[in-house]
């Protein structure tokens, strides 16, 4: 308690009586009388003269200005405390939610961003901003006092609250936006499987596993990631060619073969064969054989020949593999060659042999499909033509195509990583239609593609590399028998005696 004074006095520091009473800390207090000298008498009474300018802010001013500091702060911890329990309920409630309709409504940012926007927050601000201005202007009239260092702490105070909420604000929206670029990622994996869930539902019952050479299902569901093998065995430079297994529907063969073209990517003239896939593999027990006379990578092995197109002609040739001898060669009737109607990125493939469940197959063009392809089936011993369909798929604009259980299969270019087999045409029903099944390649392009009935895999030679992929078909839905119909008992009865309406005898 001081007495204002505006002359300089000699003052009994332990007598001064007080003119009225001020709810002002001691600490603020202090701040004003810091300089003042004093001295001790005899009796341990403590004397000092306290110099108060006519320009100093009353400390009426100080009381009413630090009360009205300290009611803001008070405000300002409620409303923050409001603040933040709302966004607690609400995060509660949106989790509540989440578990009854499982859907990701809790963590919706807009939800929570909302917290930072009611009239609450916006109001809190604005008082906080004129709370900064009015600090302003009584530090301009307090500033040749000591009370200037006062208000120049009250002032920073004011200020750090109002950067406190603001950086509050503009971190959780930071924070929100990072989780809803999360949530979209999640959602598209979740799309993803669920994608992916529907095409294995759509096999009703998985049943038992079909044995080899049965088409008992409902065609090509999906196709597994590559499997990559090794890389061909004449290296990287050897991008075209084709290998695979025999494709006959034989499940006691264990016979590989792999057949690389020239650097040129035209001439056939080695191939290896080996005995299993553990000598593929390692690279050993193999037997190798120079042909001469190939061309491109359309060949497959049948029943143990190979099937091939005789170089610079439309025919096509056959040899057996156990002894290396050219058996027989006969022209594909109307088939270009020479590059005519070869696939999309892979040339030099007018002839392209197959061999399924079905039999041993040949997919060309012809002039007069206008470079449509072309599917004939072939007698695999004399490799006379028994019967041919057109399709409605223009040949150069296919990235290559298959056979499995007598439907042909077309495959078409997504990207350098991507293919898609998009189109199927079943030669038992003479129908085509439209599929969509993903097919992930590790290089650009898939020169040779090959199926094998005894393992249902695709055979793929991927710009020099080996690639296998595991194929599943649509499982039929067997058909329950019927329980014999119940027969109702009906109780016989003994036919009644019928009278007769002749005249009794005499």
Not at 52 to 57: F, K, Q, T, Y
Not at 195 to 214: I, N, V, W
Request: charged letters at 20%; proline letters at 6%; hydrophobic letters at 35%.
């Amino acid at each position: 308690n001081l007495e204002e004074n505006s002359a300089s006095s000699y003052v009994n520091c332990s007598q001064i009586q007080p003119v009225h009473e001020l709810n002002v800390p001691v600490a603020v207090l202090l701040q004003l009388v810091r300089s003042v000298p004093g001295s001790e008498n005899e009796d341990g009474i403590c004397h000092c003269t306290v110099n108060l300018s006519s320009g100093l802010v009353s400390l009426q001013q100080l009381e009413q200005l630090w009360t009205k500091a300290q009611a803001l702060m008070d405000k300002y911890d409620r409303a923050l405390s409001r603040v933040t329990g709302d966004a607690l309920a609400m995060e509660v409630r949106a989790n509540q939610d989440l578990e009854r309709n499982h859907t990701p409504a809790s963590r919706n940012p807009d939800v929570l961003a909302s917290s930072y926007e009611t009239p609450v927050f916006n109001l809190l601000l604005l008082e906080l901003e004129g709370a900064q201005k009015l600090v302003t202007q009584l530090q301009v009239k307090g500033e040749s006092s000591g009370a200037g260092g006062l208000l120049h702490d009250l002032q920073s105070q004011v200020a750090n609250a109002g950067l406190i909420l603001k950086l509050l604000a503009e971190s959780d929206q930071r924070t929100l936006r990072a989780l809803r670029q999360e949530v979209d990622v999640l959602e598209g994996r979740l799309s993803e499987c669920e994608r992916e869930k529907e095409q294995e539902e759509a096999s009703p019952l998985p049943g038992p596993s079909l044995p080899p050479g049965s088409c008992a299902h409902g065609g090509l569901q999906k196709v597994s990631r590559p499997f990559v093998v090794q890389l061909n065995w004449r290296g990287f430079s050897y991008k075209a060619g084709a290998w695979g297994r025999d494709s006959a529907p034989n499940p006691d063969s264990s016979l590989y073969w792999v057949a690389p073209l020239r650097a040129d990517g035209r001439y056939f003239d080695y191939y290896r064969l080996y005995k299993s896939y553990d000598d593929l593999v390692l690279m050993k027990n193999s037997q190798e054989w120079k042909m001469g006379y190939g061309d491109g990578s359309g060949n497959t092995v049948y029943k143990n020949f190979m099937y091939f197109n005789y170089y610079g002609t439309a025919d096509m040739a056959k040899v057996d593999l156990s002894s290396n001898t050219l058996v027989l060669r006969r022209p594909l009737p109307g088939a270009t060659c020479n590059n005519r109607f070869s696939y999309a990125g892979v040339p030099w493939k007018d002839l392209d042999f197959a061999g399924d469940e079905k039999g041993l197959w040949v997919l060309y063009a012809t002039e007069e499909s206008k470079g449509n392809l072309v599917v004939s089936r072939l007698n695999d011993s004399s490799l006379e033509v028994e019967k041919t369909w057109h399709t409605s798929q223009y040949k150069p604009a296919l990235s290559g195509a298959f056979m499995a259980c007598g439907v042909l299969y077309a495959l078409r270019s997504l990207s350098t990583r991507q293919e898609e087999i998009f189109y199927a045409f079943d030669t038992t029903t003479g129908q085509e239609h439209h599929v969509s099944v993903l097919l992930d390649k590790m290089l650009e392009t898939l020169q040779g593609i090959n199926y094998c009935p005894s393992d249902r895999r695709l055979y793929v030679f991927n710009d020099g590399y080996l690639i296998n992929y595991d194929l599943s078909f649509l499982t039929l839905k067997r058909k329950q028998p019927r329980p014999p119909a119940k027969r109702s008992f009906v109780p016989w009865d003994p036919p009644k005696p019928v009278k007769s309406n002749k005249p009794a005898g005499p």
